[in-house]
């Protein structure tokens, strides 16, 4: 598109339009610049000449909530120029982007020689975009209210699918003690295996809709912790034909060991799921660094799939299985940050998966 063409230059006469199209500065943008960060002074009024800006608010610890876009046609850092505040959000550029720049003095010059018609167009293009800004704030908000709602709705159905489960799980196991025949044992093992799923999936969306919750933190071994993670899944282990070896100094963590250890069954339970009963190892490593301890979960898997690496921790991201909630590494996410700490993770198709987390000493 053609500086020229663009609608903030019309709304200006002849002269003061070629003024701003010489001072303006035209730059290419590849995927995922930042143009500018949230909280920075602001030296630009930017028009978009081809593409798309995106942009986001920080919303506490690696979490960033898209809050709008610009595309072409539009231009966006007016309110910085006009009032002189940091940027309330940072703009990152989408792939092909072209913008025009143009700096704020020369800007504000020709701003108050203009006429008031110019002005008043500017004007109803800002109050445009503000009426937008609070629809859609308040649509976030009613949505809010309903997802609460929601959520106690789904809470008092999974606390009451939880008993009928967990009769069921031991009639079957019952029924497997007093009849030994292979069709028998068989079928209840199936039984077994599908109800020990729906009640993970039911703590999964439990733990989710607690949100976070308080932690109570008491000072916990890592090599206990390891053995104890251990020993809650060696059948789970032998059954899935998994390896699983850990290696821990002796340390001591303050940490939530209920919560941590949901962390490490929800990792690796992904990657035990992932093995596809083709089994695999899994290894846990544990080592101090400075003021923090890394924990280190590897698997030998097939890697998260592409599509979804981008998007992995957040809630209801599931990818190639049934009875996924996408709430696993949500959870965890969630679980890590409250302690003060951080988790991440690089995979390779076809090479396998590691998840770093980072926790305070
Ligand atoms: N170690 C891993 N190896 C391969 N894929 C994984 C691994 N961990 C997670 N994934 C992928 O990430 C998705 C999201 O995981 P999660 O948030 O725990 O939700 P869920 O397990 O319920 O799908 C999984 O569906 C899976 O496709
Ligand atoms: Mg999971």
Not at 4 to 11: G, L, R
Not at 183 to 188: G, S
Not at 286 to 302: L, Y
């Amino acid at each position: 598109m053609d500086l020229k063409n663009h609608p903030f230059i019309t709304y200006f006469d002849t002269l003061q339009a070629e003024k701003l199209c010489q001072q303006a500065v035209v730059e290419n943008f590849s995927s995922e610049t930042i143009i500018f960060e949230e909280g920075e002074i602001p030296d630009y009024l930017y028009l978009v000449l081809e593409g798309q800006v995106e942009f986001s608010k920080h919303m506490g610890i690696g979490k960033n909530q898209i809050v709008a876009f610009a595309n072409i046609n539009e231009f966006f850092g007016e309110f910085g120029v006009l009032d002189g505040q940091p940027r309330s959000a940072k703009a990152t550029a989408t792939a092909g982007t072209t913008l025009a720049k143009i700096p704020c003095d020369q800007l504000m010059e020709i701003l108050h020689q203009t006429n008031g018609g110019v002005v008043l167009n500017i004007f109803r293009h800002i109050i445009q975009r503000l009426r937008g800004t609070t629809e859609q704030l308040v649509s976030q908000v009613v949505y809010k209210e309903k997802m609460v709602l929601i959520g106690e709705m789904i809470n008092t159905l999974i606390h009451d699918f939880k008993s009928p489960f967990t009769s069921i799980q031991l009639a079957s196991e019952m029924l497997k003690e007093q009849h030994l025949d292979a069709d028998t044992q068989e079928w209840c093992e199936l039984i077994q295996a599908q109800i020990t799923q729906m009640l993970s999936m039911a703590d999964e969306v439990l733990e989710f809709s607690r949100g976070n919750s308080t932690l109570y933190k008491t000072p916990i071994n890592v090599i206990d912790l390891l053995n104890r993670f251990h020993r809650l899944n060696r059948n789970y282990f032998q059954h899935t034909k998994v390896a699983f070896i850990f290696d821990a100094p002796d340390l001591t963590l303050s940490i939530d060991e209920t919560k941590i250890l949901r962390v490490l069954q929800n990792l690796v339970s992904n990657a035990v799921e992932a093995f596809n009963d083709q089994g695999g190892e899994i290894e846990i490593k544990v080592r101090a660094t400075g003021n923090r301890v890394q924990i280190k979960i590897a698997d030998n898997g097939p890697g998260i799939p592409q599509e979804i690496q981008k998007r992995l921790f957040e809630p209801f991201v599931t990818y190639g299985k049934s009875g996924g909630t996408g709430l696993g590494t949500a959870i965890s996410q969630s679980i890590i940050n409250a302690h003060g700490g951080e988790i991440s993770f690089q995979s390779k198709v076809g090479a396998g998966t590691t998840f770093y987390i980072y926790l305070p000493l």
